[in-house]
């Protein structure tokens, strides 16, 4: 297989193969979001201009040279000739080849940025969604409150409850109601975020997978890190700087220049040919070459340097993604059955006369807390899903049916 199909191979599966089944309206936000961001627009732009520049490396380097040369004295002389340097060398050649790799860093760079755009959407979208479940939490603690408060106030005007009782349900619902403020001002901060991110004002933002998919058992890690956009890109450069060597070995061969003139003296025809090719003696360009075989090795080793890192964040991701995982898991096997029965029976008892609103308001208290950890924690899932995506290159824009982790 070929440098350049390998690297297009791996393009295509970057853009167009993401390993995650969006939901349709999620994919369907990212495709306004890339349609709309300046950033991407400005990328596509560096494309098309990087196939011009192809193109324009693909043409011969030299024209022709027409040169008239006409003499009036005691013999007139009217020549006509045309010159032409012949590229001995390639360096067309060597040009088109750079100028197919531009190509393909342009390609690469403009899914790095898509990639790099939609994280930053989903990750903004997860914080969001994470702050309006939080909000409706404080909501429903609020409404427990305020049903609180005027149980406490009947009970009490029925002489079953005193006057602090009151007084501790009219705090509770007073501080309840601040919590809600503050959970819906921080709704409003996580929609801004989201504006903010992907440059969209929707009256209604879609919702990420509730939960998130399970994390995969055995990922292809290599295969994986092979499509990530950066590293193309990268492996494009590489190409491009080999370009640049064969560039400098070309540039080193002269390039002989090649005339035919035809002209008259009085009444002779005159007929000529012209050859004439500069002599690198004074500079030989090793130089040049040099520096391109050392651009060359300094581009290999950067990419090593971005495996390394990518396969990092991928193992890091993968880690701390399986771990929010489990800990939803176990929270959904043992904590959130028991947390609903346990409010149930609090209120029962505290109705019955069987528990004292101190504890009431304690107990109750808890329990949101405790769900309102729970929101926070699979909203960490959800950054932990995000993460994972992104540093496995997994959040793909065309229409083709994805495959699930």
Same mark, same amino acid.
């Given at each position: 297989?070929?440098?350049? +199909? +390998?690297?297009?191979?791996?393009?295509?599966?970057?853009?167009?193969?993401?390993?995650?089944?969006?939901?349709?309206?999620?994919?369907?936000?990212?495709?306004?979001? @890339?349609?709309?961001?300046?950033?991407?627009?400005?990328?596509?732009?560096?494309?098309?201009? =990087?196939?011009?520049?192809?193109?324009?490396?693909?043409?011969?380097?030299?024209?022709?040279?027409?040169?008239?040369?006409?003499?009036?004295?005691?013999?007139?002389?009217?020549?006509?000739?045309?010159?032409?340097?012949?590229? @001995?060398?390639?360096?067309?050649?060597?040009?088109?080849?750079?100028?197919?790799?531009?190509?393909?860093?342009?390609?690469?760079?403009?899914?790095?940025?898509?990639?790099?755009?939609?994280?930053?959407?989903?990750?903004?979208? =997860?914080?969001?969604?994470?702050?309006?479940?939080?909000?409706?939490?404080?909501?429903?603690?609020?409404?427990?409150?305020?049903?609180?408060?005027?149980?406490?106030?009947?009970?009490?005007? $029925?002489?079953?409850?005193?006057?602090?009782?009151?007084?501790?349900?009219?705090?509770?619902?007073?501080?309840?109601?601040?919590?809600? /403020?503050?959970?819906?001002?921080?709704?409003?901060? #996580?929609?801004?975020?989201?504006? $903010?991110?992907?440059?969209?004002? !929707?009256?209604?933002?879609?919702? *990420?997978?509730?939960?998130?998919?399970?994390?995969?058992?055995?990922?292809?890690?290599?295969? *994986? !890190?092979?499509?990530?956009?950066?590293?193309?890109?990268? &492996?494009?450069?590489?190409?491009? =700087?080999?370009?640049?060597?064969?560039?400098?070995?070309?540039?080193?061969?002269?390039?002989?220049?090649? %005339?035919?003139?035809?002209?008259?003296?009085?009444?002779? *025809?005159?007929?000529? *040919?012209?050859?004439?090719?500069?002599?690198?003696?004074?500079?030989?360009?090793?130089?040049?070459?040099? /520096?391109?075989?050392?651009? /060359?090795?300094?581009?290999?080793?950067?990419?090593?340097?971005?495996?390394?890192? $990518?396969?990092?964040?991928?193992? %890091?991701?993968?880690?701390?993604?399986?771990?929010? +995982?489990?800990?939803?898991? #176990? @929270?959904?096997?043992?904590?959130?059955?028991?947390?609903?029965? &346990?409010?149930?029976?609090?209120?029962?008892?505290?109705?019955? %006369?069987?528990?004292?609103?101190?504890?009431?308001?304690?107990?109750?208290?808890?329990?949101?807390?405790?769900?309102?950890?729970?929101?926070?924690?699979?909203?960490?899932?959800?950054?932990? @899903?995000?993460?994972?995506?992104?540093?496995?290159?997994?959040?793909?824009?065309?229409? #083709?049916?994805?495959?699930?982790?």
């Amino acid at each position: 297989m070929s440098l350049k +199909h +390998h690297f297009l191979t791996g393009l295509l599966a970057c853009l167009a193969l993401p390993a995650w089944a969006a939901p349709p309206a999620i994919d369907e936000l990212l495709q306004q979001v @890339w349609e709309s961001h300046p950033g991407i627009q400005a990328a596509q732009s560096a494309v098309e201009a =990087a196939q011009a520049l192809s193109t324009a490396a693909g043409k011969p380097i030299y024209n022709p040279e027409l040169e008239v040369d006409a003499e009036r004295t005691a013999v007139n002389t009217l020549s006509i000739g045309i010159n032409q340097t012949i590229d @001995w060398g390639d360096k067309r050649g060597a040009q088109r080849q750079m100028g197919d790799s531009g190509i393909r860093i342009a390609q690469a760079e403009l899914a790095a940025r898509r990639l790099q755009v939609a994280s930053e959407v989903l990750t903004a979208l =997860a914080s969001y969604q994470t702050a309006q479940e939080q909000r409706q939490l404080a909501t429903r603690f609020s409404e427990l409150m305020g049903q609180l408060v005027e149980t406490t106030e009947q009970r009490y005007a $029925a002489g079953d409850l005193g006057q602090l009782d009151v007084a501790l349900a009219r705090v509770a619902f007073s501080e309840s109601r601040m919590q809600v /403020a503050r959970r819906t001002a921080e709704v409003s901060r #996580q929609q801004a975020s989201l504006v $903010a991110a992907s440059g969209l004002r !929707l009256s209604q933002w879609p919702s *990420l997978p509730n939960p998130p998919p399970a994390p995969p058992a055995s990922p292809q890690r290599e295969a *994986l !890190l092979a499509e990530l956009p950066q590293l193309i890109a990268q &492996q494009a450069r590489i190409a491009n =700087a080999r370009g640049g060597i064969e560039l400098a070995r070309a540039t080193r061969k002269a390039d002989p220049t090649l %005339g035919l003139r035809g002209g008259a003296e009085e009444s002779d *025809l005159l007929l000529g *040919l012209n050859f004439s090719m500069p002599l690198n003696v004074r500079n030989t360009y090793t130089a040049e070459v040099t /520096a391109a075989s050392q651009q /060359a090795v300094q581009e290999e080793k950067i990419l090593q340097d971005l495996h390394r890192l $990518a396969a990092s964040r991928f193992d %890091g991701s993968l880690s701390v993604y399986r771990l929010t +995982h489990r800990a939803w898991l #176990q @929270w959904q096997d043992a904590g959130q059955s028991n947390l609903a029965r &346990q409010l149930k029976l609090v209120q029962r008892i505290w109705e019955a %006369g069987e528990l004292s609103t101190t504890d009431y308001l304690l107990q109750t208290g808890q329990n949101i807390n405790t769900q309102i950890t729970a929101a926070e924690l699979k909203g960490e899932l959800r950054l932990a @899903w995000v993460a994972w995506l992104k540093a496995s290159g997994q959040i793909g824009g065309n229409r #083709q049916t994805p495959a699930t982790p």
